[in-house]
């Protein structure tokens, strides 16, 4: 299997988010151990990943403008989800997940809004070869995919996995795109960037031909809500 690597792709960028802490599964910069223990009620595969190890960590913390810090939360997540590719082929390779924790504040822009974006590019670029994209954000609600309450994360992190065929698609009624993706999901090696440019620009205004029909805003005909609804 032939992967890409997008290291030394052209990143004036770079720098915008600063590693704190590398791939770890226990990470000393975060408190995380307590809120992934008890997120094991609402992922069947999250306790075993945990039990062998498999879950892991990685520690950033922004330092620039919302644009730049976009367009590095966007290169993290491409270097994890090609990190996991060859991995997850290999024996308990499906239960490994790699997180990327976002710390520190871009002023007036807050961490949901920092994420949405590189979220929903690398969602889409990757559902084709089956790496599955979520979001958390710290402090905030969620809820799991049956209603339920979950607990509240300490920190906003990035979950890079490997996709469930036969059960994250059910799951995608907003984005039946996305949920087709999914289910035929087959890595065969290919470049996902074939096609696209490694700029994040174009990969921003790549990621909204994959927007659902969206509903204009109550205070203005050409203000569109936000597309990265929860569960999307």
Known sequence: MTLIRIDGAPRPTAGALRLVEASSTRPATVNIAEYAERMTAH????APSLQRGLTTWTVYRADADADAVEAELFHAGGQAAEWLRPLI???QGAL????????????GVRHRDLMAWPYWALRHLYAPVGIMFGKFYAGEDERARSGERTPVSPV????????????????????PELAAALA??????????QHLSYDWTEIRS????????????PTSR???????????
């Open 43 to 46: 992922c069947p595969y999250l």
């Open 89 to 91: 082929r290999r024996p």
């Open 96 to 107: 490994r997940c790699e997180n990327i924790v976002l710390l520190g504040d871009v002023p």
């Open 156 to 175: 906003s992190f990035l979950p890079v996995r490997a996709a469930v065929r036969r059960r994250d698609p059910q799951f995608l009624h907003t984005t």
């Open 184 to 193: 035929v999901a087959d890595d065969d090696g290919r470049d996902v960037f």
């Open 206 to 217: 790549w990621s909204k031909r994959h927007l659902p029909p969206a509903k204009p805003s």
């Open 222 to 232: 050409t203000t569109w809500v936000s597309p990265i609804r929860p569960g999307s």
